[in-house]
């Protein structure tokens, strides 16, 4: 990668001079200490990649000219969302940001019955503005130029009396019960993966009955019990190794 990289969501074309967002040129300058002539790498979410260079610095305007325009896509041959009950204090913010790292494509918030946290109206908002924010930052550190969709928090229940997207692979931990994940069968020819993982203390029993009732497998991932933080994280792992681009004989790590 070619300089530091910076989500800005605006229209970007080889050859134009374009001002930075407000966001990214105070972290450019005032952060990162980047001078007229640096190189940095600009993605708007749209695909693909932009090799740029600083050629203006005014207090806070920073302006670059767009040298070109890359095809460089990084993201996973498998659909996954994760479905995740909302977890209390930072848990969420590591979870969203390290989910992005692994390749999910679509992030859910629910509201489980053992969720501390609660969020609704302006709160809610707030905090989703927040975690598109982590998205976008975990874009620009893992090189992704395809930002992940948060959705707006909604109930556990009220989700699952939606109609599930045909083809896809529901999976759910529940840690005493399931089959393992090497028992799995391949995700169906669209590659569609939806992962559902419980709050603090779990999914509730007649959440687990629910689900399953909505087409996930309980899936059981090994012999100790995982923190919420850390299941759906491992659980995403082991899907991307099995059948995503975790598998490939090489890395950039």
């Known amino acids: ?3 530091p990289r910076f989500h800005c969501p605006m229209p970007l074309a080889a050859g134009e001079r374009v ?11 005032k952060v990162l200490r980047l001078r007229r002539g640096d190189a940095v790498m600009l993605f708007n979410g749209a695909g693909g990649e932009y090799p740029a260079r600083i050629v203006g610095i005014e207090q806070t305007r920073v302006s670059v000219d767009v040298q070109g325009w890359m095809a460089t896509e990084r993201e996973s041959p498998l659909s996954i969302t994760l479905v995740q009950a909302l977890q209390a204090g930072e848990k969420m913010d590591l979870t969203i940001q ?3 790292e692994l390749g999910v494509g679509r992030i ?7 969720s501390v946290l609660r969020l609704e109206g302006e709160r809610a908002l707030r905090r989703v503005a927040h975690w598109r924010g982590v998205v976008a930052a975990a874009c620009e550190q893992c090189g992704r ?4 969709e948060v959705a707006m928090p909604e109930s556990l229940e009220y989700w699952l009396a939606r109609k599930p997207e045909p083809g896809s692979l529901r999976l759910m931990l529940v840690p005493e ?3 393992s994940f090497a028992k799995l069968s391949e995700p169906p020819s669209g590659n ?5 993982i419980g709050a603090e203390g779990g999914l509730a029993p ?11 497998q309980p899936v059981r991932f090994g012999p100790r019990i995982l923190r919420t933080e850390t299941a759906g994280l491992a659980a995403l792992a082991a899907i991307q190794y099995l059948w995503g681009d975790l598998k490939e004989e090489t890395t950039d790590v």
Request: no cysteine; charged share 20%.
């Open 108 to 114: 859910v918030p629910v509201i489980s019955r053992r």
């Open 98 to 100: 390290k989910a992005v």
């Open 206 to 216: 007649e959440e687990t009955y629910l689900a399953a009732l909505s087409g996930f």
């Open 1 to 3: 990668m070619n300089g």
């Open 177 to 179: 019960g399931g089959q």
């Open 19 to 29: 001002d930075l967002p407000e966001r990214v040129a105070h972290h450019a300058v």
């Open 145 to 148: 130029n395809r930002l992940p």
């Open 192 to 196: 569609s993966v939806e992962l559902l």
